[in-house]
């Protein structure tokens, strides 16, 4: 049960409403927002947090977190401020029945820690073939519905799938890869995966599904979400399309705001990425994309064992750990490239919630009170001890991290505090 609270001495930061205030209270009452710097009407609180020296926004809303253990991940996600996640369908069964979806939601309450938001398979078995049960998925509480990466190959199935889905105001997720281009690829077709031998993925794999999307949303006029743009030329597409008017969104993992294919180095395991991290070109673009408020950032959370990133660079599994670092990592790019901190807390709170459709991201009175606390001055050393997450896998690990979280709140209830 929630708790009245009242957080004093913060600086109030949300980007929704461009309120940037410091030594301004935020009280809680009924697990919302009751007020702004003035207790409402007959406000007695229960509880005091004192934020000074601290940011205080809305809880951030990840776009794409995999939740191999539900418990350890949803424990990483609020320790890393992030107070709602969207999980993608490729779990192990897919998420294509309603009692899938509805069980994990159901689990996700269970552990009062943040919210599940899952995305529910848009074909059977993610298999590209036989459409899955939209509308039981959707009232098991799936949020949209996805592929994930795994290949549609049938354009026309797509297209049916769509159509389907416009239908019924359903959003699709896509991760655009051209299945043919990208199937054998390791890295970035370029100098660097030429170099180290490696299979290459050419841009023209995402442009190329990017291109076909596009076409069937102008004949379906369906809502769809392209999740983990990594090119320059996949992002002007994105964004021709969305000034024509098309409903599409589209977002970035936050690697490859910071990363290029030059991190591999010498076939580093750690920066094994799906899609692969492109070149200086391809990062400043998306950079450029997101600065603009065009993209929201994810995490792309991937946890994966020490054993599956301790083989050679072709063979170890794709991904990072991100629900802990998205905070530290959002406050890195945003320095270098010169945006604000509300410009860049927007990118993971009231954009993704945009995209989503959601109340959340916001400090507005009656919003939820989703909530977190930061210091974006403190630093602490990443290591695979100080994860919560059971994937110890990130190209950041031994580096100095700034920012740091210290309180997380859902529905107004503390689920996280910093020892």
């Known amino acids: 049960m929630s708790t009245s609270i009242v957080i004093e001495n913060g600086r109030l930061i949300c980007p929704k409403n461009r309120v940037d205030r410091s030594n301004t209270p935020l009280f809680l009452q ?11 009407a007959g406000f007695v609180a229960e509880q005091t947090l004192d934020a000074r020296g601290c940011v205080v926004s809305p809880g951030f809303i990840d776009l794409g977190a995999r939740l191999n253990s539900i418990e350890a991940e949803l424990a990483a996600a609020v320790a890393g401020g992030v107070t709602s996640v969207v999980v993608p369908p490729d779990a192990d069964p897919p998420l294509d029945e309603p009692e899938l979806a509805d069980r994990l939601v159901h689990r996700g309450k269970e552990i009062r820690k943040a919210r599940v938001l899952p ?9 590209g073939e036989r459409l899955a049960e939209l509308a039981g998925l959707k009232k098991a509480g799936c949020v949209a519905f996805s592929q994930d990466n795994k290949p549609l190959v049938d354009t026309e199935a797509l297209l049916r799938a769509m159509e389907y889905a416009a239908t019924f105001g359903f959003a699709v997720w896509l991760q655009p890869q051209d299945y043919w281009l990208s199937r054998n690829g390791i890295a970035h077709e370029g100098e660097v995966a030429s170099r180290l031998g490696l299979a290459g993925i050419p841009v023209a794999a995402e442009t190329i599904a990017i291109g076909t999307i596009i076409q069937l949303v102008r004949i379906t006029g369906c809502r769809v979400h392209l999740t983990r743009l990594s090119s320059a030329a996949g992002v002007a597409l ?21 990363l290029t294919d030059n991190d591999i ?20 673009a998306l950079s450029d994309a997101v600065a603009a408020g065009r993209a929201a950032i994810c995490s792309d959370h991937t946890p994966v064992g020490a054993d599956d990133k301790l083989l050679p660079f072709g063979e170890a599994k794709a991904g990072a750990t991100g629900l802990e670092v998205l905070l530290p990592l959002t406050l890195k790019w945003a320095e270098a490239a010169g945006v604000s901190l509300p410009e860049a807390l927007a990118r993971i709170t009231s954009t993704p919630a945009g995209i989503l459709g959601l109340a959340g991201g916001s400090l507005a009175t009656g919003c939820p009170a989703d909530l977190c606390i930061f210091d974006p001055q ?25 920012g740091k979280v210290t309180t997380t709140l859902v529905s107004g209830r503390i689920v996280y505090r910093a020892s």
């Open 30 to 40: 009924d697990g919302k927002i009751a007020g702004i710097g003035e207790a409402p």
């Open 119 to 127: 995305l529910g398979a848009l074909t059977l078995g993610l298999k």
């Open 238 to 258: 994105a964004d021709k399309a969305a000034a024509e008017g098309l409903p599409m969104t589209y977002d970035v993992g936050v690697h490859h705001l910071l």
């Open 265 to 284: 180095g010498y076939f580093n395991p750690h920066a094994r990425f799906h899609p692969p991290l492109r070149t200086q070109s391809d990062r400043q």
């Open 378 to 402: 403190a630093e602490w050393q990443l290591t695979a001890e100080a994860l919560k997450s059971r994937g110890k896998n990130s190209p950041w690990l031994g580096y100095v991290m700034s």
